[in-house]
């Protein structure tokens, strides 16, 4: 196929373009054999087009892609009534002919690098301001299919079974020929479709227009093997695999060629029956992504190869809807930002980085692209997003909704927990605060004894305002949960360690229990005091990992956050609902700091935890009973082994005299009397009056907890000027006493 061919046949409709005035990345695509030009792309749709031999004619759509490369807003279509040869040289004198067809199967993948390229957006960009708009009426079905009068709503129609619409009688053909197959009488549909498991695109926005945005060849691993089954069409595939081009346009799912590893996957396609599949567009991965702002969410139709050709339509059907009820996911949900796509090993790394690698390592092809290859994330300080017409929305709208430089640190979050999605809010608390907003009256939460005073803070608040059950019981001995749970079971919250008396909770035990016990229950961990850098409770099972970010994530008390991670797209969707709907979303510039923040995380916590370790030695020998799981002496030491890759560096100890501990606390120099933990300087407190302050005193003796206790947060300081602090506080406050360490006062 050449692209003469289409010189022939090619009638664009224009919409404005725009392209983000960072965006020039063309150069950067010229290396490589692929020439993709980056700052626009453009979609061919048979499925919107007149046919006309060999090829149908092929509506473009251009869609500016950010320079990010992970946003595009919808694709624009583009009518120029000029033929394409005009239309791109007077774009550009400069066209390549790359990856032609041999088999003239008009692969549109084939085509798209075949026209790509533009040399100077600003001169495309004049070419189209020029050029009168079409109609609205352009997508009229006329132009979807040569010689068919059929309208969207009859094509609809024929998606329920009135076989209006025949499939040329030249589609039925070998499928091989580009020529053959989509000759005169031929819809562009066939065309496709004969290659398989292609997916046009299309739907009914929000207010209610019709968009059919791209098609184009999905590939089997592209889709969620649970909910995709086998399908038909998608099971055509392989042949399109072996090409390793797999390509579906629009603003959903893209390009991915194993070369260059940039495989992608789509996520939460639900297979509705075989030839339906509904698609969260916010699911979408790959990292240049393009997502969708609107609508959230399409049929999409894969073609049924033996029959005739089926054009997306998607107005939210019944079951449709169905199926977004019961995933919790609304029609008119708003705009959702980035994703986090998992990271993908590139091509280069043979084995997985290490943690302390992936904590500083921020991968240029899964994290949000600046144009200017800025080392530092930039701080993109602005409340609103200025977009590009009035009904096509960009990524980002308004930065409660999401901003480039949060989709940064989520990005990179998320990689480091272990996670498919991470948002970040404004407080540790606030990520508690939205994870409770999954719950509803009547629900039941089981949760531990020991516990953060701030958690068990805001369970008294919702089990007296808001029906909810709530259950504290002994997370640290499995077996105490198990009474408790039962189908109203909704969320099971999991410190470990405990704050502040350091006990351990067998994760993985829990979870299982939880997910065979619980139809709806929910674990949910706070991995604060370990940090992505000691366990990922994922991994061990969890549903929700939330983490204060104020702590060990940015390690300098010098901005208050709060980390969500999740596996299920489902719940990330959720829990950005409330996010963007409650406006706690974490501020640009505190997401900058975050993430600068997490870039250290790894040293910091390895010299935190090695003081931490040598503290907890010292405090023993001492004669105080310690509470860390790094000393063999914690009963639960092997159990915190499994879980997590080290003891961190909070630890508490008992002195058996609230004065004696007052004393300590107040006696040292070095160690700031602070809640919290994490930060880079030690902090001493004693919870009992500080953090666990809201905890009602008769509940604290309820629950055991010590009134005496001392927690230490250890810092990076010199190890030797901390233990000569404390022994200069414990020296002091036990002179003239008569006390020794570890002895109760009478
Ligand atoms: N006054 C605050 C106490 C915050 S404690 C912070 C941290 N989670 C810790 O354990 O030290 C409050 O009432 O929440």
């Given at each position: 196929?050449?692209?003469?061919?289409?010189?022939?046949?090619?009638?664009?409709?224009?919409?404005?373009?725009?392209?983000?005035?960072?965006?020039?990345?063309?150069?950067?695509?010229?290396?490589?054999?692929?020439?993709?030009?980056?700052g626009?792309?453009?979609?061919?749709?048979?499925?919107?087009?007149e046919?006309?031999?060999?090829?149908?004619?092929?509506?473009?759509?251009?869609?500016?892609?950010?320079?990010?490369?992970h946003?595009?807003?919808?694709?624009?279509?583009?009518?120029?009534?000029?033929?394409?040869?005009?239309?791109?040289?007077?774009?550009?004198?400069?066209?390549?002919?790359s990856r032609?067809?041999?088999?003239?199967?008009?692969f549109?993948?084939?085509?798209?690098?075949?026209?790509?390229?533009?040399?100077?957006?600003?001169?495309?960009?004049?070419?189209?301001?020029?050029?009168?708009?079409?109609p609205?009426?352009?997508?009229?079905?006329?132009?979807?299919?040569?010689?068919?009068?059929?309208?969207?709503?009859?094509?609809?129609?024929?998606?329920?079974?009135?076989?209006?619409?025949?499939?040329?009688?030249?589609?039925?053909?070998?499928?091989?020929?580009?020529?053959?197959?989509?000759?005169?009488g031929?819809?562009?549909?066939?065309?496709?479709?004969?290659?398989?498991?292609?997916?046009?695109?299309?739907?009914?926005t929000?207010?209610?227009?019709?968009?059919?945005?791209?098609?184009?060849?999905?590939?089997?691993?592209?889709?969620?093997?649970?909910s995709?089954?086998?399908?038909?069409?998608?099971?055509?595939?392989?042949?399109?695999?072996?090409?390793?081009?797999?390509?579906?346009?629009?603003?959903?799912?893209?390009?991915?060629?194993?070369?260059?590893?940039?495989?992608?996957?789509?996520?939460?396609?639900?297979?509705?029956?075989?030839?339906r599949?509904?698609?969260?567009?916010?699911?979408?991965?790959?990292?240049?992504?393009?997502?969708?702002?609107?609508?959230?969410?399409?049929?999409l139709?894969?073609?049924?190869?033996?029959?005739?050709?089926?054009?997306?339509?998607s107005?939210?059907?019944?079951?449709?809807?169905?199926?977004?009820?019961?995933?919790?996911?609304?029609?008119?949900?708003?705009?959702?930002?980035?994703?986090?796509?998992?990271?993908?090993?590139?091509?280069?790394?043979?084995?997985?980085?290490?943690?302390?690698?992936?904590?500083?390592?921020?991968?240029?092809?899964?994290?949000?692209?600046d144009?200017?290859?800025?080392?530092?994330?930039?701080?993109?300080?602005?409340?609103?997003?200025?977009?590009?017409?009035?009904?096509?929305?960009?990524e980002?709208?308004?930065?409660?909704?999401?901003?480039?430089?949060?989709?940064?640190?989520e990005?990179?979050?998320?990689?480091?927990?272990?996670?498919?999605?991470?948002?970040?809010?404004?407080?540790?608390?606030?990520?508690?605060?939205v994870?409770?907003?999954l719950?509803?009256?009547?629900d039941?939460?089981?949760?531990?004894?020991d516990?953060?005073?701030?958690?068990?803070?805001?369970?008294?608040?919702?089990?007296?305002?808001?029906?909810?059950t709530?259950?504290?019981?002994?997370?640290t001995k499995?077996?105490s949960?198990?009474?408790?749970?039962?189908?109203?079971?909704?969320?099971?919250l999991?410190?470990?360690?405990?704050?502040?008396?350091?006990?351990?909770?067998?994760?993985?035990?829990?979870?299982?229990?939880?997910?065979?016990?619980?139809?709806?229950?929910?674990?949910?961990?706070?991995?604060?005091?370990?940090?992505?850098?000691?366990?990922?409770?994922?991994?061990?099972?969890?549903?929700i990992?939330?983490?204060?970010?104020?702590?060990?994530?940015?390690?300098?008390?010098?901005?208050?956050?709060?980390?969500?991670?999740?596996?299920?797209?489902?719940?990330?969707?959720?829990?950005?609902?409330?996010?963007?709907?409650?406006?706690?979303?974490?501020?640009?510039?505190?997401?900058?700091?975050?993430?600068?923040?997490?870039?250290?995380?790894?040293?910091?916590m390895e010299?935190?935890?090695?003081?931490?370790?040598?503290?907890?030695?010292?405090l023993?020998?001492?004669?105080?009973?310690?509470?860390?799981?790094?000393?063999?002496?914690?009963?639960?030491?092997?159990?915190?082994a499994?879980?997590?890759?080290?003891?961190?560096?909070?630890?508490?100890?008992?002195?058996?005299?609230?004065?004696?501990?007052?004393?300590?606390?107040e006696?040292?120099?070095?160690?700031?009397?602070?809640?919290?933990?994490?930060?880079?300087?030690?902090?001493?407190?004693?919870?009992?009056?500080?953090?666990?302050?809201?905890?009602n005193?008769?509940?604290?003796?309820?629950?055991g907890?010590?009134?005496?206790?001392?927690?230490?947060?250890?810092?990076?300081?010199?190890?030797?000027?901390?233990?000569?602090?404390?022994?200069?506080?414990?020296?002091?406050?036990?002179?003239?006493?008569?006390?020794?360490?570890?002895?109760?006062?009478?």
């Amino acid at each position: 196929m050449f692209f003469g061919d289409l010189a022939s046949c090619l009638r664009l409709r224009e919409q404005p373009v725009t392209c983000h005035p960072l965006s020039d990345p063309l150069r950067r695509w010229e290396r490589p054999r692929r020439r993709y030009y980056r700052g626009l792309s453009i979609t061919v749709s048979p499925a919107l087009c007149e046919t006309a031999a060999p090829f149908p004619s092929f509506p473009f759509a251009i869609s500016p892609v950010l320079p990010q490369h992970h946003s595009s807003p919808p694709i624009q279509a583009l009518g120029l009534n000029k033929k394409p040869t005009e239309v791109i040289r007077s774009i550009t004198p400069r066209i390549w002919y790359s990856r032609m067809s041999t088999t003239n199967r008009p692969f549109l993948s084939t085509m798209l690098t075949n026209i790509w390229a533009f040399r100077s957006r600003q001169q495309l960009l004049r070419t189209l301001a020029k050029s009168p708009s079409p109609p609205p009426q352009a997508l009229t079905p006329q132009r979807q299919r040569r010689g068919s009068s059929t309208s969207l709503s009859s094509l609809h129609s024929l998606e329920k079974g009135r076989k209006s619409v025949e499939a040329p009688a030249t589609n039925t053909g070998t499928g091989t020929s580009a020529g053959g197959g989509g000759g005169a009488g031929g819809g562009g549909g066939h065309q496709w479709e004969r290659d398989g498991g292609k997916l046009w695109i299309g739907g009914r926005t929000a207010d209610g227009k019709e968009q059919y945005y791209s098609l184009g060849v999905i590939r089997r691993k592209s889709f969620d093997q649970e909910s995709i089954k086998v399908d038909k069409s998608i099971t055509k595939l392989t042949r399109v695999e072996r090409r390793k081009r797999f390509y579906v346009y629009g603003f959903l799912i893209y390009v991915t060629g194993k070369r260059r590893k940039r495989a992608f996957t789509a996520k939460k396609l639900v297979l509705l029956n075989r030839k339906r599949v509904f698609i969260s567009l916010h699911s979408i991965q790959r990292r240049e992504v393009t997502i969708s702002p609107q609508p959230p969410y399409l049929d999409l139709h894969p073609f049924d190869l033996p029959f005739s050709a089926r054009i997306a339509q998607s107005p939210m059907d019944n079951l449709a809807k169905t199926v977004a009820s019961r995933l919790g996911l609304e029609e008119n949900m708003p705009p959702t930002p980035l994703d986090s796509p998992k990271r993908e090993a590139s091509p280069q790394v043979k084995k997985p980085l290490s943690m302390a690698t992936e904590l500083v390592y921020i991968d240029s092809a899964t994290g949000v692209r600046d144009p200017y290859n800025a080392a530092s994330v930039p701080i993109y300080q602005t409340a609103t997003f200025k977009q590009n017409s009035a009904t096509q929305m960009g990524e980002y709208d308004y930065t409660r909704s999401g901003n480039p430089t949060r989709s940064q640190l989520e990005r990179h979050l998320a990689k480091i927990m272990k996670a498919k999605r991470a948002l970040v809010v404004t407080s540790g608390m606030g990520a508690m605060d939205v994870i409770t907003r999954l719950l509803k009256a009547g629900d039941e939460v089981i949760a531990g004894d020991d516990l953060y005073g701030g958690t068990n803070r805001l369970l008294k608040y919702l089990s007296t305002h808001g029906g909810i059950t709530v259950h504290h019981v002994d997370t640290t001995k499995t077996e105490s949960v198990i009474p408790f749970l039962n189908e109203k079971t909704a969320l099971v919250l999991l410190e470990t360690p405990t704050n502040p008396l350091i006990k351990i909770c067998d994760i993985t035990a829990i979870s299982s229990l939880v997910h065979q016990k619980c139809p709806n229950g929910v674990v949910v961990v706070d991995n604060t005091m370990m940090s992505p850098m000691l366990m990922n409770p994922l991994d061990l099972g969890a549903d929700i990992v939330y983490e204060s970010g104020t702590k060990y994530l940015s390690g300098h008390h010098d901005l208050m956050a709060g980390v969500l991670a999740v596996n299920s797209e489902d719940l990330g969707e959720k829990l950005f609902f409330t996010i963007n709907a409650t406006g706690c979303g974490l501020s640009p510039f505190d997401s900058w700091l975050l993430l600068r923040g997490v870039k250290t995380l790894g040293i910091r916590m390895e010299k935190q935890q090695a003081n931490a370790e040598r503290i907890a030695a010292y405090l023993e020998d001492r004669g105080f009973k310690v509470h860390y799981p790094g000393l063999r002496s914690h009963p639960q030491y092997d159990l915190h082994a499994r879980l997590a890759r080290g003891p961190g560096a909070v630890l508490s100890f008992e002195t058996g005299s609230t004065t004696i501990s007052e004393k300590i606390v107040e006696g040292t120099k070095i160690h700031g009397i602070s809640v919290s933990f994490g930060c880079i300087n030690s902090l001493i407190s004693m919870p009992c009056r500080m953090s666990h302050a809201s905890i009602n005193e008769q509940t604290r003796k309820e629950r055991g907890l010590p009134e005496d206790l001392i927690r230490l947060a250890v810092g990076i300081e010199d190890v030797e000027d901390l233990i000569e602090d404390l022994e200069g506080a414990i020296g002091g406050a036990y002179e003239g006493s008569g006390l020794v360490p570890g002895q109760q006062e009478a």
